[in-house]
């Protein structure tokens, strides 16, 4: 595995691969690897000869007074994974290299970033969607994969790649859970042992939905209630967003219609700790 | 030459040329070709195996109240030209082909575009530079010809490249000017015979600027003076602005430094016909 900092080197490599008919697979990532992340290596993998996998921890998709300072950089372990996992090259840009003086184009998102994760946190998407362009210029790959688990951020980054043709496929790696439900997230590292107990909330609140779903109910109302009762039930949670949108567009939905699809989406507070989860429910 | 308008075909293209190791150069237009374009188009042949010339008038980068509905499209004529020209493709997409209902995903400049055309024409440098990374993604250039005409338009869409990676060179043409010297655009077309007359009062505006500096003068106030003052003298002008700036940077000065380079620009309405025009000053 080659390790390189310099973007210029990486769209250089990059290139040169293309040149050889190899087909290219990018992982984007903020490191902190876990499972998740091994699960996106390994579909990358398994699509393209060659897979890169970027780890930049983008200071412009994080909102004042959010986790950038405290979020994990363990970048030795990160790297020996990347390694056993396969990764051909690993691409970690300094910030003074992806964001020089006098930087100043930037790419903004519409309606389907305008919601939930959008309106939590302002500017945010606009961040991922400028550093996924820039990522994906200079690692010019055939395909990227991104995770389930941000599932308005893959959605966004959909809409970017259709809207700008961008010549990439976009690959969706299923969300993995921990054994009790847990979304598996480099932030459940913040947990303490008692939030992490707590933290399977949020799937049992998908759960909860889905089981309504599963007898009969077509009320979102019903549904966000059902979810809200159960992240109720633990004291220690603060509730950011529960939402219920079409799975294609990401507009909230009053009623759900069979043979559709949607997705249920949470956004809830753990002690300090912001998690996020989502599921898709198709009645 | 073969015409294309089908954004995924042209990518396609494209594409195939590339793993065929084969150079593209790529000249964007609004059509309406005229000589200035031609010298774009002669330039990218000198400098690769492939051109590829797009026309396309952009809905997005013309405000409300602008000229988008009387803009001059004459396809045939232009496809004649760029035959005998040299060109390899012709991209000439449909506005509903690179704007489907639901687009949402645009570039947003900076600092650079917030002056001069970028006031007076408010949205129109974000419609341009996001038109510009769409037909970068769809015709896939090496080299990207741009004319010094739209002195402003090139130095924001170098700083856009730049800031997002594109791995494409940017080549400047240099302006071109009738014999009396007016620049050539495909505006000029507009004006009457009587301001066609008239119009050729920009390039005596900046050619008075021009002299001054030859003749020791280093202060922006005067120069702009003595341009202001040209413009003046024909009766049926509008300036909306007449700015010298840092060939760099594109932000004002007050005094010119020896041995650096300026740009002085200008807009000047000519009954109801809005010419752009700029010259180097380099004391």
Redesign the interface.
Known sequence: MQIISD?REM?KTA?KL??K?QLIAVVMTMGALHEGHLKLIQLARKKAGTVILTIFVNPRQFGEGEDFHRYPKPFDNDAAMAKTAGVDYLFAPEAAGMY?E???????????ASRLEGEQRPGHF?GV??VV??LL??T?PHIAVFGEKDAQQLAVIR??V??????VSILEAPLMREEDGLAISSRNRYLSIDERQEATVLYRALMAAEDLVRKGCRESDALIEAARDVIGSVPDTETDYISLVDAA?FREVDQLQDNHDYRMLLAVRIGTTRLIDNHRLSP
């Open positions: 973007p769209q290139e293309r040149m008919h020089p006098d930087f100043q184009t930037t790419i903004a998102t519409g309606d389907i606009n969607v400028t362009a820039k210029h200079i010019k809409r970017m259709d809207d700008l043709n961008f010549d567009t």
